[in-house]
């Protein structure tokens, strides 16, 4: 059924696999772009090869909403430069406000951004490929959430997949779009035909339990049910996992005393923390299932950093976790003097004015967090330009436990 034999082997060699997670955030995907270049840039340095791309090393990418944009581009073999420029240039296009005969209160009740120039730009990149397209450089995931039916769908182009026959049609762009569909941002996205039904209903993948989806993706590579069943060990599985920007949560107790008999004003902010507590729960099993060299960095101020705490005999795999605070103390550390108003500014997902500067955020965080030994030479392949960076033998746990020490928690 597989029009791509190239990444069906790719998909069925054995040895250590490589993924890649990619959050949503709107326009603060610049964020991860900026780390993406940093990681771009080592691997450029260590295989010696200044037109290696992110498809060349990770044989999974996926994300959900503008993370599926950014995946989508990358497992098609862009770089993280042409990725970026294409959020810069026609970054506005994506959130032209949704015109409507009731004027700002239509755009209460309904979607705030008209689709079409979404639809449009993602036509102009995606073109009439779908999931079963040849030219797909790795293995891709498209997070969504089906409505009707109350499910969290990974689409994916793995021809192993039990519902890749199904699935396999779709245009990308509409995945994509679908997954990029944020309620009250814009409009859920209607599908015909699929599996033989009428319609469904999809909108945002992130607006579930998966907002973060390094977990979904985890599951995809692993699980049997996916059709992949990769081998699970801390030499076996490399899992990154890149946000958008992290924005507390934290309201004014006072304000909050104002508002304690309004549902209107309580049913969304409880339904932004559920999604924020699905996202820290997800990070907690992340990390507690896995070897983390970036551990010290991670922001579980309830937990203090997990370290050493395993669930189990041995890790499941090797995690990978970057993102930085939108918060006054972290941009300045950064190099950024930022006014209340500008931080502010920076946190709304849709402000494209901010673009430039949230690449920036996102690229001086990558040079603070991203260390090229993150990436053990157990994981090294050969690019898809011929060379190859050859690895000194297989190195097994304890020797990752040595090459990244740290003291217990506790």
Known sequence: MSSNPRLVARLKKPGPKRLLALDGG????????????RIERLLRRRYRDERLVLSDYFDLIGGTSTGAIIASLLALGRSVEQV??????QGHAAFQPLRSWMGPFGRILGAKFDEEPLEHLLKSQFGERTLASSDFKTGLMVLVRR????????LVNLPTHRFYASNHTLPLWEVVCASAAAPTYFKPRVFSGIAGEDEALFVDGGVSMYRQPALKLLMVATLRGFGLGWPVGADEILLCSIGTGIVSQQQNLEALRRYRNSNLHMLPLLL?????????????????????PTSAQDL??????????????????TYLRYDVALEKDEL????????TAEIEALQ???????????YDIGLQAGLRDVEEKH???????????GLRWERAGVRRFRFLRHLFPQEKAG
């Open 26 to 37: 709107g326009i603060r995907g610049l964020i991860s772009l900026g780390y993406l270049a």
């Open 375 to 385: 990436y053990p030479t157990v994981f090294d392949v050969a690019t898809s330009h």
């Open 147 to 154: 409505v009707d039916t109350a499910a969290v769908w990974a």
């Open 332 to 339: 300045t550390a950064l190099g950024f003097d930022l006014a």
């Open 348 to 358: 709304d997902m849709t402000q494209v004015d901010n673009a430039r500067k949230l």
């Open 300 to 317: 579980h101020y309830r937990l203090g950093t997990l370290g050493w705490n395993q669930l189990g005999h041995e890790p499941l795999f």
């Open 84 to 89: 970026r420029e294409l959020y810069l240039s």
């Open 272 to 292: 932004t923390q559920l999604i924020d507590d699905a996202s820290e729960l997800s990070e907690t099993i992340l990390q507690w299932l896995s070897w983390s």
